[in-house]
T-cell receptor
Framework: DTGVSQDPRHKITKRGQNVTFRCDPISEHNRLYWYRQTLGQGPEFLTY????????KSRLLSDRFSAERPKGSFSTLEIQRTEQGDSAMYLC??????????FGQGTRLTVV | DAKTTQPNSMESNEEEPVHLPCNHSTISGTDYIHWYRQLPSQGPEYVIH???SNVNNRMASLAIAEDRKSSTLILHRATLRDAAVYYC???????????FGPGTSLSVIP
C-alpha cells in the first residue's frame, strides 16, 4: 500500500494555459474524489468517480474543468484556459468504504 | 445536508489530553460521524469514525452523545505533531463524499 500519489506536486503556469494533474489511488479502491483547497479554507469537493463512472460534479467544476478516470484506476483533472482564481491546492482521495477516504499530498497550482 | 459546528481554534499543552467538541444537532439516523485532520502542508488524514457507539483506535477516541447531536474527539496525550486542523464531518454512508467545514485549528504548546 503506497498510498494515494499525485503528480506533479507543484505547477506554475501562465494564465490562459492548460494544465493536467494526475492521481493514482490506492489499488482496488473503487471510489476516487477530487477536491480543491485555498489558503485557510477546508477542502472543497469537486467531483467523484466510482470505477470509471463520474457520479457527481460540484457546481464549482466549471466548463473549463474536466476529470476522467478511463480504466477505473488513475484519474486526471484538466483545467483549460487557467485563471488566477484557479490557484489552489488540488487534492485527490480514494476509498473503498469502511475506513473513510485516503488523501494524497496534493498538487499546488499557481497561475501567474 | 446536516451541518456540524466546531470551535474555530483550541489550545492544548503538550502531553495533556485534548477534547475537541463537535455539534451536529440535525444529524439523521444514518449519518456517520467522521473525523479527519490536516497537518500543515499535507492532505487531510482520516482519524476515526463512528455511528452510535464510542470508538477507539490507535490515534484517538470518539465519544458520541446518546442523542447523537454532539460528539467529542479525544486525543489522550497531545504531542506537537498533533497540531493540525481537525474536521468533524457527517457522512451518509461509508462510501459517501466527505464535505469539509472550517474545522478546529488545534495548537499544542510545549
Amino acid at each position: 500500500d503506497t498510498g494515494v500519489s499525485q503528480d506533479p506536486r507543484h505547477k506554475i503556469t501562465k494564465r490562459g494555459q492548460n494544465v493536467t494533474f494526475r492521481c493514482d489511488p490506492i489499488s482496488e479502491h473503487n471510489r476516487l474524489y477530487w477536491y480543491r483547497q485555498t489558503l485557510g479554507q477546508g477542502p472543497e469537493f469537486l467531483t467523484y468517480f466510482q470505477n470509471e463512472a463520474q457520479l457527481e460534479k460540484s457546481r464549482l467544476l466549471s466548463d473549463r474543468f474536466s476529470a476522467e478516470r478511463p480504466k477505473g484506476s488513475f484519474s486526471t483533472l484538466e483545467i483549460q484556459r487557467t485563471e488566477q482564481g484557479d490557484s489552489a491546492m488540488y487534492l485527490c482521495a480514494s476509498s473503498s468504504g469502511g475506513r473513510g477516504a485516503f488523501f494524497g499530498q496534493g498538487t499546488r497550482l499557481t497561475v501567474v | 445536508d446536516a451541518k456540524t459546528t466546531q470551535p474555530n481554534s483550541m489550545e492544548s499543552n503538550e502531553e495533556e489530553p485534548v477534547h475537541l467538541p463537535c455539534n451536529h444537532s440535525t444529524i439523521s439516523g444514518t449519518d456517520y460521524i467522521h473525523w479527519y485532520r490536516q497537518l500543515p502542508s499535507q492532505g487531510p488524514e482520516y482519524v476515526i469514525h463512528g455511528l452510535t457507539s464510542n470508538v477507539n483506535n490507535r490515534m484517538a477516541s470518539l465519544a458520541i452523545a446518546e442523542d447523537r447531536k454532539s460528539s467529542t474527539l479525544i486525543l489522550h496525550r497531545a504531542t506537537l505533531r498533533d497540531a493540525a486542523v481537525y474536521y468533524c464531518i457527517l457522512v451518509k454512508t461509508s462510501y459517501d463524499k466527505v464535505i469539509f467545514g472550517p474545522g478546529t485549528s488545534l495548537s499544542v504548546i510545549p
